[in-house]
């Protein structure tokens, strides 16, 4: 069975944007992206609410030789949004789901030849209440403000074992956590 992981980019305190909206202050560098694609290499479907798909949707565009390997990642891997207001998606390999649906996800998880990265907070916070998360990536920025959107849901409990971390230049760091059970 394929494993369904969360990763995100948050400040010191837990936010994954401010409460402006802006997340400008977690953008990774160079070395921090290029092991970015290093983890995503072998995700094969990627769960998205609408807001964070529109995010991830600039990697239809050039950028320099690191992020050129992340879009070309990101583009070849199969993508399901959850949006009950998109009419259409400008990227291949695409479908939209008007409603998240854990037994749906499970059987996907179960059919699956390759891992499956969720994004988005409250996309996921709808996975981890369903137990659906087997993994959590989290990049911690250099930043506290304050505020904002969460990168995890209130009443959300989890146990998880510290499986892996770095630090990148600039003071990122990286933590990777397995649930348990």
């Known amino acids: 069975m394929a494993r369904l992981i969360y990763s995100f980019i948050a400040s010191l305190d837990g936010y994954i944007e401010d409460a402006a909206g802006r997340f ?3 953008a990774p560098g160079e070395d921090a992206h290029a092991f970015v694609n290093e983890l995503v290499a072998p ?15 600039v990697w239809l565009a050039e950028h320099s030789p690191v992020t050129r390997d992340f879009a070309a990642i990101w583009q070849a891997a199969d993508k399901v949004v959850y949006s009950s207001t998109l009419a259409a998606v400008p990227t291949g390999k695409t479908r939209i789901e008007r409603r998240f649906d854990a037994g749906a996800v499970r059987e ?25 998360v087997d993994e959590c990536h989290a990049f911690l920025a250099p930043a506290v403000v304050g505020g904002g959107k969460r990168a995890l849901r209130d009443r959300v409990r989890l146990d998880l074992e510290l499986t892996d971390e770095r630090r990148f230049e600039g ?7 397995a649930v348990r059970g």
């Open 24 to 26: 400008d202050w977690a």
């Open 43 to 57: 995700v094969g479907t990627y769960l998205y609410g609408r807001r964070m798909y529109e995010t991830m949707s």
């Open 108 to 132: 996907l998880k179960a059919a699956a030849s390759a891992d499956l990265a969720i994004g988005g907070a409250e996309l996921a916070g709808h996975a981890f209440a369903a137990g659906l």
């Open 171 to 177: 003071g990122m760091v990286h933590l990777r956590y």
